[in-house]
Nanobody, 113 residues
C-alpha cells in the first residue's frame, strides 16, 4: 500500500519561502517519477512540478524560476522549495506518484500579508 505524506505548508507573506516535503512508503521510491500538484478553491487541480526517476525536472510556467523540485531517494522523500511566493500561489498542495495512482492528503499553503 502506497502512502504519501506531505508536510511543510503554512501561512507566509508575499515574497517569502516555504519548503514542502513528501515522504513516501510502500513503493520502490527511486523507480518512480514524482509530482507536485496544487488546487485552489474553484480551480482545477494543476501540476506544478515533476521530477523523473533520473532527476529530470519540469515546471508549470507560473512557477518557473521560483519553485524547485528535488528528491532524496535515500530518504524516500520529494521536496518542493517555493521562493518569491505570491498570493496566487495560495492552494492545497499535493504530492503524487501518478503512475501508481497514489496521492497525498495535501498541505495548505496560504500567501497573504
Amino acid at each position: 500500500q502506497v502512502q504519501l505524506v506531505e508536510s511543510g505548508g503554512g501561512l507566509v507573506q508575499p515574497g517569502g519561502s516555504l519548503r514542502l516535503s513528501c515522504a513516501a512508503s510502500g513503493i520502490i521510491f527511486s523507480m518512480y517519477p514524482m509530482s507536485w500538484y496544487r488546487q485552489a478553491p474553484g480551480n482545477q487541480r494543476e501540476r506544478v512540478a515533476r521530477i523523473s526517476s533520473s532527476g529530470i525536472t519540469n515546471y508549470a510556467d507560473s512557477v518557473k524560476g521560483r519553485f524547485t523540485i528535488s528528491r532524496d531517494n535515500a530518504k524516500n522523500t520529494v521536496y518542493l522549495q517555493m521562493n518569491s511566493l505570491k498570493p496566487e500561489d495560495t492552494a492545497t498542495y499535493y504530492c503524487a506518484a501518478v503512475s501508481t495512482g497514489s496521492w497525498g492528503q495535501g498541505t495548505q499553503v496560504t500567501v497573504s500579508s
